[in-house]
């Protein structure tokens, strides 16, 4: 079964529209949460690491103000693209790994395709 | 950069071994060889990993060569279902705070 869930699967809105994708770990606590995104036939792009109690870090190109990161627990990181424009659209996918297992790999969600019209 | 190289495409007939090929020329010692797979319009989806022995499990074998700068991912018999884009990724493992790189994996086409 899942251990890392998203939500929403897919969002349509209009330009200038806020949206928030929240990612959960079940099943285990997650200090350490990643942001990816995906456009179409191109491979996943880590676009941030997310902390639980501090801010994430950021990769280079990927605007802070723009995309807004909080990882409010130990199970709950959000993801908002704020004031989204159609170029924003892509699919965006979480990531965590339950640090107690030694052997534990890194799970993903199902992704969030956002489309903004 | 991803430090790994991957053919972009194979094809597979269903029923037969699919063998993916990997690349890893610079691992360093302490660095494990992870597979995930990402079928379409899903998040990726864990493998196997291995550090220089063969592994296997439900899903499929590892064989790393002995000195480890290339491995192979094996499907022992593919399905349509095993369709998919694979990635091989080579990380220190239990590096939590550590993200996986993708580079541009390989697209298996199972083919009935």
């Known amino acids: 079964g899942a251990v890392v869930s998203q939500h929403p699967s897919r969002v349509i809105c209009k330009s200038g529209t806020s949206v928030k994708i929240e990612c959960r770990s079940l099943?285990?606590?997650?200090?350490?949460m990643f942001w990816y995104r995906q456009f179409p036939k191109q491979s996943l792009m880590l676009m941030a690491t997310?902390?639980?109690?501090?801010?994430?870090?950021?990769e280079q190109g990927v605007e802070k103000d723009k995309f807004l990161i909080n990882h409010a627990s130990l199970t709950l990181s959000t993801l908002t693209v704020t004031s989204a424009h159609p170029e924003d659209s892509s699919f965006y996918i979480c990531?965590?790994?339950?640090?107690?297992?030694?052997?534990?790999?890194?799970?993903f969600g199902d992704g969030t395709r956002l489309s903004i019209l | 950069d991803a430090k790994t190289t991957q053919p972009t495409s194979m094809d597979c007939a269903e029923g037969r071994a699919a063998n993916l090929p990997c690349n890893h020329s610079?691992?360093?010692?302490?660095?494990?060889v992870y597979w995930y797979r990402q079928i379409h319009s899903q998040g990726p989806q864990y493998i196997i990993h291995?550090?220089?022995n063969n592994e296997t499990n439900e899903m499929a074998s590892l064989i790393i060569t002995e000195d480890r700068k290339s491995s192979t991912l094996i499907l022992p018999h593919a399905t349509l279902r095993d369709t998919a884009v694979y990635y091989c990724?080579?990380?220190?493992?239990?590096?939590?705070?550590?993200?996986?790189?993708f580079g541009k994996g390989t697209r298996l086409s199972v083919i009935a």
């Open positions: 990531s965590a790994r339950d640090p107690q297992g030694r052997n534990q790999p890194q799970h």
């Open positions: 099943d285990f606590q997650a200090t350490t």
């Open positions: 997310s902390n639980e109690g501090s801010k994430a870090t950021y």
């Open positions: 610079t691992i360093s010692g302490n660095e494990y």
């Open positions: 291995g550090l220089k």
């Open positions: 990724i080579v990380r220190i493992q239990n590096s939590g705070n550590t993200p996986l790189v």
